[in-house]
């Protein structure tokens, strides 16, 4: 398909007279504006910043040892990796992970994968929103509790990477063609994000995000580990509420009395509970008050939106559909070598397999169960998901 662009970004010069005003303005900025040494965005700017140091990774470094609690996490040099690289000449260790994962192809996929629903309406969470929604929790307390809210930032982005399509149910589908079972989590960080060689830390954090998993080796895998939690809960709550699935009235009385019966109010007691407790604590958790409400809440969403009988056909319908396909890649390696993987005489074709397939959005499985196991399209998933948050 070739990307149709507007009007005026067709236009390259102004003084074309076929040109429509608004084209004509947009071809006038082509080559930025004013002349000589600086050019401007603007042709009346007026961002003038005054004389500057500029702030090196290594001062930048230095300041964060100052401002940080003492257990945070110190970026330093180019950080700890399976891959010694050396230093950037601005960026902390943590900011190239965090710039590695945003502009690599899982997280962009995540757009294309299930939070709760199955091609969500405009309104409704993608494994995209929930990641940037983690991360903007993770980061509010991080920064109140002084820790490094840059390796916060990296890990919450980073933790659902290796999620599969059609969201959870897509483990217990493709666990069967797994050692030990497939884990998002340990996916994410050894297989999926492998190739950008991050930093131990932020790939720890990744890999132990779930509550099921040992604790993440620093203060802001912890606090990812409750963001994680506290966003889905309250998003998927809210999407359940705006699909009609169920009411806001619904809610267990200690979750509502506590915490408010919408999303923003739930975010802002559930976020200063944390920071309170962290910081009077010494340890990243919550008071007791505040994770009764917080476990009610968990098991209200398990009950009426995650497990309720139609969740259950689509992962059933989900199991059969990943399997299928795994089962149709491995049969011939030529397959996958035709999707633009590298397959040779070395390769693990039943990993390889699980890894394209994992990869998919929930589209392109879509699009590939139409194209080779004649499926039907109304037998594919559609709807809601299980969830089996761990």
Known sequence: MVAQRPDPEHATDASDPDLTPRARQWAATME?????????????????????????????????????????????????RAEEEEPDPWRTCFERDRDRIVHGTAFRRL?????????????????????????????????????????????????????????????????????????????????????????????????????????PSTPEGEVVSWADRIAYLCHDFEDAVLAGVVSADDLPAVVAERCGRDRRQQLHTFIQALVRTTASSGTVGMDDEHAEALTAFRTFNYERIYLREESRRQAQVVDRLLGALVDWYRADPGRLAAEGRTVDDDTDVVREAV????????????????????????????????????
């Open 32 to 80: 930025a504006h004013g002349a000589g040494a600086v050019r401007h965005a603007h042709a009346d700017t007026h961002a003038h910043v005054g004389a500057i140091e500029i702030a090196t990774r290594d001062i930048r470094e230095a300041r964060e040892d100052e401002q940080l609690a003492p257990g945070a996490t110190r970026s330093a040099g180019g950080g700890r």
């Open 111 to 215: 757009a294309g994968k299930t939070q709760v629903f199955v091609f969500p309406d405009d309104h409704q969470r993608t494994r995209l929103t929930h990641a940037l929604e983690v991360a903007q929790v993770a980061m509010s307390v991080a920064r109140a509790c002084r820790l490094n809210v840059v390796l916060a930032e990296a890990i919450a982005l980073g933790h659902d990477c290796g999620h599969g399509p059609f969201g959870h149910a897509s483990e217990d589908a493709l666990a069967p063609f797994v050692d030990g079972g497939y884990d998002h989590a340990t996916w994410g960080a050894d297989v999926v994000l492998q190739p950008l060689n991050l930093c131990a830390e932020t790939l720890d954090g990744i890999r132990n995000h779930s509550w099921s998993r040992p604790a």
């Open 355 to 390: 890894a394209f397939v994992g990869g998919m959005t929930d589209r392109f499985a879509h699009e590939r169960a139409l194209a080779h196991l004649g499926w039907d399209a109304d037998d594919l998933p559609i709807g809601l998901e299980t969830a089996t948050h761990p």
